[in-house]
């Protein structure tokens, strides 16, 4: 389970372990996650955070591009930069070179109905402080 802190917003996800086993690996090496949150520019009401040319070392895995609001997608670079999808609306995931794709490896279960808030906050107040982290 992580726990997902967006502005004053906080979330639990469950990890995809079984469908995404190599991308929950991933993630957790990353934990604690401390970064900014955006809007996103292509992908409709969904918000990102940008991870520019890093390198993950992963492939696609349980991997979409029309993911459900609280599905959190890893999209591990290639013809678009590294970043960390999370949508909180109608998305279909995409960049200025097109659609893309980004591996599903966790879903949020608690705290759903503050989803449209996180577009809210990331549109018209800017950049969002986000922390996740792994709950033991």
């Known amino acids: ?14 990890l995809e372990e079984k469908a995404a086993p190599k991308t929950v690996a991933v993630i957790r090496k990353m934990l604690p996650l401390k970064s900014k949150i955006v809007h996103c520019r ?4 969904s918000t990102w955070i940008p991870m520019g040319d890093r390198n993950l070392g992963l492939d696609f895995e349980n991997h979409t591009s029309h993911p459900s609001p609280g599905m ?14 999370f949508p909180y609306g109608s998305t279909m995931f995409s960049s200025k ?11 949020v279960i608690e705290g ?3 989803l449209p808030e996180i ?5 018209w107040e800017g950049a969002q402080e986000i922390t996740i982290e792994e709950l033991r």
């Open 42 to 45: 292509w992908s409709g009401e």
């Open 112 to 114: 759903r109905e503050q």
């Open 97 to 107: 070179v097109g659609q893309l794709a980004g591996n599903h490896f966790a879903t």
């Open 119 to 123: 577009g809210r906050l990331t549109l």
């Open 72 to 85: 959190l997608l890893l999209y591990p670079g290639g013809i678009s930069e590294t970043e960390l999808l």
């Open 1 to 14: 389970m992580l726990k997902i802190r967006v502005g004053p917003l906080t979330f639990t996800a469950r």
